[in-house]
């Protein structure tokens, strides 16, 4: 079983920034995928960021330009820093990861959320 803990959301002004967190632990072999999904009230959950293990990452068009994530493979760790945030972004952050806890098990984790608000 691979657990996600994630951390650093808060309350942030228009334009300001924060750094999202999220640790991996448990039974794991490889990480082949990691990163972020939001949820905002009465939306769907939507892909932020993902980078896989060779360091290709895939992100949300809305937050190309302002969000970056960055991976410590050894760590099983991701953050995301998030600049220039803006209303819109305010959100439960979900932490992500694919892989496999041996050479035959694979799992699919989420983490407990974290939330964004961005208000004046």
């Known amino acids: 079983q691979v657990q996600l803990v994630e951390s650093g959301g808060g309350l942030v002004q228009p334009g300001g920034s924060l750094r999202l967190t999220c640790e991996a632990s448990?039974?794991?072999?490889?990480?082949?995928?990691m990163g972020w999904y939001r949820q905002a009230p009465g939306k769907e959950r939507e892909q932020v960021v993902m980078?896989?293990?060779?360091?290709?990452?895939n992100y949300a068009d809305s937050v190309k330009g302002r969000f970056t994530i960055s991976r410590l493979n050894a760590m099983n760790t991701v953050y995301l820093q998030m600049n220039n945030l803006k209303p819109e972004d305010t959100a439960v952050y979900y932490c992500?990861?694919?892989?496999?806890?041996?050479?035959?098990?694979?799992?699919?984790?989420w983490g407990q959320g974290t939330q964004v608000t961005v208000s004046s």
């Open positions: 992500n990861a694919v892989g496999y806890s041996d050479y035959v098990t694979s799992f699919h984790s």
């Open positions: 980078v896989t293990s060779g360091g290709s990452t």
């Open positions: 448990g039974t794991i072999f490889t990480i082949n995928g």
